[in-house]
């Protein structure tokens, strides 16, 4: 075989091996055996390089935002400008998610506090301390059809002198004036997300590694915690139809009927941290693995 021929069969295999990279198919041979994805649907990645991403969020503008923790940067992905920097020094930026107004609630587990960025870019400061204490490490957000904001005070890693006797979820009211400690029986609660009909919320707990459930109040207060899922280690998002999709100590993402049964399985190719959907219909579901960021089609749309 001549050289110009070795050359360009090497060529063609290299391109062949970075485009099986970036579009991992599924492991099953039939669509049939993953209900909530769509038809020939593939996970594709569509950011890496980085280092822990984690907290994505779809925004009005047609971009996906994230945080890359290690880097303490809030990031943006979008089809026709790819990846770009919304934010450095973020304070340790983790969970990210918007208002219906365009704000953007980021967690900052550093600072210890929650914030709102307006689309102008002012901030501010949501809540920061309980009962005259300092949070935690804020670390997951989610919003009620109020605008009332849930958000888990997780501080599992935290090498800080914590001041909360014990990790919480609690909730900001939607006239942003008080803020209620919602729980008191979680380890380590992490993901939180609400129903389609916002009658439950669903909170991942890194500490027992299972999901629960808990009713809602007209208040925004809980009740009636039960276990959904056994397992449930960092995300959960929500569809129209109300599956939920945890992010487990696993590499995939489990998805599961309202009534908790476990009806589908999304590998990925390392552990994902966490989950939103977007695209122009919403049925795309975005995945933080490690320092990439994936995305796969769905059947359902996202809440």
């Known amino acids: 075989m001549g ?75 979008s089809p026709e400008k790819g990846l770009e920097v919304f934010r450095v020094d973020t304070r340790g930026a983790n969970g990210l998610v918007f208002t219906a107004g365009g704000d953007l609630v980021v967690c900052e587990t550093g600072a210890r506090s929650v914030i709102a960025i307006a689309p102008d870019g002012k901030e501010t400061m949501l809540a920061d301390s309980y009962e005259g204490k300092k949070l935690n490490a804020p670390n997951d957000a989610c919003i009620d059809a109020k605008g009332g904001i849930y958000f888990s005070d997780h501080s599992m890693r935290s090498k800080e002198v914590l001041e909360q006797a014990g990790d ?105 941290s966490n989950l939103c959907f977007g695209g122009k219909e919403k049925r795309t579901l975005f995945i933080t693995v490690g320092g990439a960021v994936y995305s796969i089609g769905m059947k359902n749309k996202g809440l």
């Open 3 to 77: 050289y110009s021929k070795k050359l360009f069969l090497g060529l063609l295999t290299a391109a062949l091996g970075c485009f099986t990279y970036l579009v991992t198919p599924l492991r099953s041979e039939s669509q049939n055996d993953h209900p909530a994805v769509a038809q020939g649907a593939a996970l594709i990645k569509i950011a890496e390089g980085l280092r822990y991403t984690e907290g994505p969020a779809w925004g009005k503008d047609g971009k996906v935002y994230f945080t890359d923790r290690a880097s303490s940067r809030i990031l943006m992905w």
């Open 168 to 272: 919480h979820i609690y909730y900001i009211t939607p006239d942003r004036s008080k803020i209620v400690r919602v729980t008191s029986d979680l380890q380590f609660p992490n993901g939180v997300a609400v129903s389609p009909k916002g009658d439950r919320l669903y909170v991942t707990d890194s500490g027992t590694n299972k999901t629960y459930v808990y009713t809602i109040n007209p208040d925004g207060t809980l009740k009636d915690k039960k276990i959904f899922a056994d397992e449930g280690y960092d995300g959960v998002k929500v569809d129209e139809a109300g599956n939920v999709y945890i992010t487990p100590f696993s590499n995939h993402v489990s998805v599961y009927d309202p009534a908790g049964k476990r009806i589908d399985e999304i590998p990925t190719p390392a552990r994902p």
